[in-house]
């Protein structure tokens, strides 16, 4: 069984970067798809990013291309969330999550692990 845990949320100036990392127990990092999911108040859980077990295939939702890079350190069993020029919209709780499948997908309802989620607040 994988546990995600994640870590590096917190409040920064619109314009400013974070990197959010999410560790993960268990033998079977290397071999899962990874996403990164956001949710704000209010509203529905959100795609944010997602990269293939070997890294080779990445996503990224529209709202964030050019600004958010995803990563994988697959010997650390850690994920990342490399986030440049915030935004205010961006304002959410960020979860990692993960499903046994060859290329990430978008809905929530097909990763069947997830971590308890990181506040990311960008002020303007």
């Known amino acids: 069984q994988v546990q995600l845990v994640e870590s590096g949320g917190g409040l920064v100036q619109a314009g400013g970067s974070l990197r959010l990392s999410c560790a993960a127990s268990?033998?079977?990092?290397?071999?899962?798809?990874m996403a990164w999911f956001r949710q704000a108040p209010g509203k529905d859980r959100e795609f944010v990013s997602g990269i293939s077990w070997s890294g080779s295939n990445t996503d990224y939702t529209d709202s964030v291309k050019g600004r958010f890079t995803i990563s994988r350190d697959n010997a650390k069993n850690t994920l990342y969330l490399q986030m440049n020029s915030l935004k205010p919209e961006d304002t959410a709780v960020y979860y990692c999550?993960?499903?046994?499948?060859?290329?990430?997908?978008?809905?929530?309802?097909?990763?069947?692990?997830w971590g308890q989620g990181t506040q990311v607040t960008v002020s303007s």
């Open positions: 999550a993960a499903v046994a499948a060859l290329v990430p997908g978008t809905d929530p309802y097909e990763y069947h692990v």
């Open positions: 268990g033998r079977t990092f290397s071999s899962l798809t």
